[in-house]
Each structure stands twice: as structure tokens, then as C-alpha cells.
């Protein structure tokens, strides 16, 4: 009896460490929200300077770090860096807006410089016509086959708000479903 218990407990311990494996393994492998390639420049990054590491982008004020595929942007006293951009540039025109290419920089904090490139690559500013890396077209294509949209965000807040709306009805649980009195 005493045998079969001790059994019992080394099996329980063996799964329950096997299944804890399992757990980790899961929570380190996912599928990334951002349709982007490590250290690619993006589809929608202007062709022909494959060798760069930052994009400024004049009209939002934003860098774009290409071997992290992070945004870089000052927010609530700090420079942040993010996959997305912050919610003020949610609706921003990435192929269509006009990216600074930052050649003359390698290191690891490109908005050392922001007060010279503000003044010198205002909100507006046009440089040579640029091409971007990927067709416009498989640009939306990814968006829509990875919900990468810029303005995907938003709408997910809404949804979340009206299902937390629903969920907090004040007739919730009377009984009549908002059918009258019965």
C-alpha cells in the first residue's frame, strides 16, 4: 500500500512538472501582433538604403528604429519606444508620409538630435520623391491578413467599451430583458 501511494506521488510530481514544461513553452511562443521582419526595413520604408537603422518620420515627430521595429516618441516626459504608434498617430499614413532617412546615425538614441531634425525636417517636409520598399497594395493586404492597421487599436477600445457597456446594464437580471413590466 505504502509502495502504491509513493508511486502515486512520483507520477503526480513527474506530470505536474511535464505540464509546467508545457506552460512555459506556450507562453514563449505566440504569433506577433506586428507583420514586421527583424531588422527589415519595412514594406513601407523608402527603397534603397537597406544599410540604415532609423527612419525619422517629420509629420508625427516619430522615429522608427528598423532592427528592433520599434517607434520611438515622446510621451509624458520620456522617449518611448513601442511596436505601435502612440494612439495620436493611430491614423498616420506610414507609406504614403515622408520618412527622413537617417544616415549619418549608428547609435542608439537618434532623438539625441530631435531639436535639429524638428527644425531642420519640419511637419510637411518633402524631400526627394521617395519609393517605398513594397507595393502599396501588399501593404493593405498584410494589414488586413495581420490586423496591422494603425487603427486597429481604436476600434478594439470601442468594441471593448460597448461589450463592457453590455455587460453592465442596469436591467441586468431583472428578469424582463428590457420587455416591459409582466
Known amino acids: 500500500m505504502k509502495t502504491i501511494k509513493l508511486f502515486i506521488i512520483a507520477l503526480l510530481f513527474f506530470a505536474a512538472s511535464s505540464i509546467k514544461a508545457q506552460v512555459s513553452v506556450n507562453v514563449n511562443i505566440g504569433t506577433p501582433k506586428v507583420n514586421v521582419n527583424i531588422g527589415q526595413p519595412p514594406v513601407w520604408g523608402p527603397a534603397g538604403y537597406d544599410d540604415v537603422e532609423y527612419y525619422y518620420l ?3 515627430q516619430v522615429y522608427y528604429d528598423i532592427r528592433l521595429s520599434q517607434y520611438i516618441y515622446f510621451g509624458n516626459g520620456q522617449w518611448i519606444r513601442s511596436r505601435s504608434l502612440p494612439r495620436y498617430c493611430r491614423n498616420y499614413d506610414l507609406y504614403n508620409g ?13 532623438y539625441t538630435y530631435y531639436h535639429n531634425h524638428k527644425v531642420k525636417y519640419y511637419k510637411g517636409y518633402k ?3 521617395q519609393k517605398n520598399r513594397g507595393e502599396y497594395r ?3 493586404e498584410n494589414n488586413n491578413r495581420y490586423n496591422n492597421d494603425n ?8 468594441r471593448d467599451d460597448h461589450d463592457n457597456h453590455d455587460k453592465h ?3 441586468e437580471g431583472k428578469g424582463n430583458n428590457g420587455r416591459g413590466r409582466h
Open 98 to 110: 515622408y520618412k527622413v532617412v537617417l544616415t549619418d546615425y549608428h547609435g542608439h538614441a537618434p
Open 169 to 171: 446594464n442596469k436591467h
Open 138 to 140: 501588399e501593404y493593405q
Open 127 to 129: 524631400g526627394k520623391p
Open 151 to 158: 487603427r486597429r487599436d481604436d476600434r478594439d477600445d470601442r
Open 58 to 60: 517629420p509629420d508625427i
